[in-house]
C-alpha cells in the first residue's frame, strides 16, 4: 500500500473533540500489549494529530525489543469509544541526566528524532488530561513529568499549553533548539539556487563532473520492498567505514541498533513509509538516504557517505538529487533530524523545526513547589552555560 492510498483511510472522528478525559481509559501498560493491537496502532499512526514514525509499530516495537534492557518502559494508551485513540512509552527513571532526581520520563533513545505522542486528530486535548491525571494519581517517587523531544508549534503542543494554562499546572521548557527543515512551495531549482551561492553551485558541478570522470555515476530513488536487506547491508557498511565507524557510534558498530535497522525499515517499506535514495558510483553505493513517510512530512533517518570520495562532496550531490525528486502525494515538508547547526543540511534546508524538553509539575503541594525549585536551578545553570 503506497502513501496516496494510506492518507485518510478511516473515516473522521469529530466526536473526539467532545469528549473528556474521564469519558475515556488511559491505562499503563507493559509495552509487549501493542504487540496484540497493530491494526489499531497503525490506524492511529494514519490518522495522528501530528506524525512521529519513530512512535509507529514497525519502529517502537525493535527499538523496545533491541534498545531497552534495563529500562522498565510502559505504555500510557487511550481508549476512547473502544478506538486505540493514543500512545506515549514512559519510564520510570531514577535519575535526570546527570542528577539524582527521579521523575517520570518519556521514553526517547538516541536514534528516535521525535517524541510527540501518537495522538488520533481530535483527541489532543483529551489525552493530555488523561496523561496528567495518571500522572498526579500515580508519582511514585517521581518529582515531575519529562516529555523528551516535542516538536511544534503544532496541534499537540498547542493542546497541551492550553491544559497547562486552564489547569494551572507550572511547566518549564528546560531545553530547546532548532533543526533543518524543508517547508517550501518554490521549484527546487529556485530553492537550490537560493540556498546556496554562485560560487558554491559552480563548485558542486564540477565537483559533479570530476566524479562521472571516475565512472557511471547514478542517482537511485526506490521506496517498495525490492532488495531492502541488500540494501540495509550496503548502508550499514558505507556508514562504519567513515568517522562513526571510528568513533564507535555507526549503527553497525552495535548489535542493537544494527537490528533495529534491519527490521524497521523492511517493517516501514512493507507499509509504504520508506524512502531510500543513493547515489552510485559503477554500481557501488556512494551515498545513501533513508527516510520515514509519515503524511503531511517526511523523516530524513540516516544518511552516510563514503569518505574516500570526499572531496567530491558525494552527500551534497545527493541532497541536491534528492532535493529535485518527485512530490510525495500528501507530504508538505521535511525533517532534517539532524543536530542543531549541522554543517552540510544547514546551508541546503532553510526553514527550521522547533524541538524541545518540556518538564511539567506533577502531585500534591509539596512535590510541586520541590519541582518549581529544581526548574529554577535547572534554567540558572543553563542561562550559566551549563547543560543538565
Known sequence: MGIQDQIAVLPD??????????????????????????????????????????????????????????????????????????????VRASRYYRWPIPNISSWVHDNAFCGLPLVWHGA??????????????????????????????????AALDTVLEQT??????????????????????????ASL??????????????????????????????????????????????WKGRAGSALACDKGTAALFRQS????????????AALTLDGRPIAMLATFLAPPGAFSYKTAFDEVYARYSPGVLLQRENLCRPEQPGVGWRDSCASADHPMIDHIWRERRQVSRL??????????????????????????????
Not at 211 to 228: C, K, N, P, Q, V
Open 124 to 157: 489532543e486535548t483529551v489525552f493530555w488530561q488523561a496523561i496528567l491525571d495518571w500522572a498526579d494519581g500515580h508519582v511514585g517517587t517521581g518529582l515531575f513529568l519529562h516529555l523528551q523531544g516535542l516538536t511544534g508549534p503544532g496541534p499537540l503542543r
Open 197 to 242: 551561492a554562485t560560487k558554491k553551485r559552480k563548485e558542486l558541478r564540477r565537483q559533479a563532473n570530476r566524479l562521472s570522470d571516475l565512472g557511471e555515476l547514478r542517482f537511485h530513488r526506490t521506496e517498495g520492498i525490492a532488495d531492502i536487506d541488500q540494501w540495509c547491508a550496503d548502508f550499514l557498511k558505507l556508514e562504519q567505514s567513515g
Open 13 to 90: 472522528t469529530p466526536g473526539f473533540r467532545h469528549h473528556t478525559a474521564s469519558s475515556g481509559r488511559l491505562a499503563c501498560v507493559p509495552w509487549r500489549r501493542l504487540e496484540q493491537d497493530l491494526e489499531a496502532w497503525d490506524a492511529l499512526a494514519l490518522n495522528a494529530s501530528e506524525p512521529n514514525p519513530f512512535f509507529e509499530s514497525w519502529y517502537l516495537l525493535p527499538s523496545l525489543r533491541h534498545l531497552s534492557p534495563g529500562h522498565e518502559v510502559m505504555i500510557l494508551r487511550l481508549d476512547l469509544d473502544g478506538q486505540l485513540a493514543g500512545i506515549l512509552p514512559i
Open 168 to 193: 494551572g499546572r507550572h511547566a518549564e521548557t528546560v531545553h530547546f533548539e532548532e533543526r533543518a527543515m524543508l517547508a517550501s512551495d518554490l521549484a527546487s531549482e529556485t530553492y537550490w539556487e
Open 359 to 388: 518538564s511539567i509539575a506533577i502531585g500534591g503541594r509539596v512535590r510541586r513547589a520541590a519541582f518549581r525549585q529544581i526548574v529554577r536551578r535547572e534554567t540558572a545553570r543553563q542561562s550559566a552555560g551549563n547543560r543538565p
Open 265 to 276: 525499515l523492511p517493517g516501514a517499506a512493507r507499509r509504504g513509509r520508506l524512502e531510500r
